[in-house]
T-cell receptor
Framework: QKEVEQDPGPLSVPEGAIVSLNCTYS??????FMWYRQYSRKGPELLMYTYSSGNKEDGRFTAQVDKSSKYISLFIRDSQPSDSATYLCAMRPPVNTGFQKLVFGTGTRLLVSP | NAGVTQTPKFQVLKTGQSMTLQCAQD?????MSWYRQDPGMGLRLIHYSVGAGITDQGEVPNGYNVSRSTTEDFPLRLLSAAPSQTSVYFC????????????FGPGTRLLVL
């Protein structure tokens, strides 16, 4: 079983729709949760991150973490064609727990049509 | 700042050939990593470095070597290319080990025939 599971998609939505992207994970030690966005033939770039549980909002984007369910979500409101990309979740345990590396999901490809 | 740069953008190799993928960053980051990205597998860590002269293995290091003689450069060497090494390779840097903000390069697409 992979440490982080993510539906690869593609997820196709019309412009203006609310998009929900999700990841599940198995390691309860994860404390930092990140969302990276990767445009076609480009490197990933950090979109936003959340520490532990709760919500974080940044413009049209909201990241949500439910540690009890080991489930994280990224919501995109009023989706735009420019949001078409692959979204990767990434996670990391606390700083004081040995080797630090990010564990990435496989990514969900999102297509927003005009 | 150019950020993280990688060369070449695309390369075709024959089985058994060797090559070096170049990576450089101009942000004075101590930590640099190499990942490979394959369909259905996500990003997997190959090797990483916590500073000049210090490198260590990630989760998929076999068939790859790295060195870090300067803060800026972190080349990845394929010793004897195999078709299983066909992938997209990303170099990343960060200000700390396992940093939340990894700055990725544009990637090198490698095809091994």
């Amino acid at each position: 079983q992979k440490e982080v599971e993510q539906d690869p998609g593609p997820l196709s939505v019309p412009e203006g729709a609310i998009v929900s992207l999700n990841c599940t994970y198995s390691n309860s030690a994860f404390q930092y949760f990140m969302w990276y966005r990767q445009y076609s033939r480009k490197g990933p770039e950090l979109l936003m991150y959340t520490y532990s549980s709760g919500n974080k909002e940044d413009g049209r984007f909201t990241a949500q973490v439910d540690k009890s369910s080991k489930y994280i979500s990224l919501f995109i409101r009023d989706s735009q064609p420019s949001d078409s990309a692959t979204y990767l979740c990434a996670m990391r345990p606390p700083v004081n727990t040995g080797f630090q590396k990010l564990v990435f999901g496989t990514g969900t490809r999102l297509l927003v049509s005009p | 700042n150019a950020g993280v740069t990688q060369t070449p953008k695309f390369q075709v190799l024959k089985t058994g050939q060797s090559m070096t993928l170049q990576c450089a960053q101009d942000m004075n980051h101590e930590y640099m990593s190499w990942y490979r990205q394959d369909p259905g597998m996500g990003l997997r860590l190959i090797h990483y470095s916590v500073g000049a002269g210090i490198t260590d293995q990630g989760e998929v290091p076999n068939g790859y070597n790295v060195s870090r003689s300067t803060t800026e450069d972190f080349p990845l060497r394929l010793l004897s290319a195999a078709p299983s090494q066909t992938s997209v390779y990303f170099c990343a840097s960060s200000t700390r080990q396992g940093g939340k903000t990894q700055y990725f390069g544009p990637g090198t697409r490698l095809l091994v025939l």
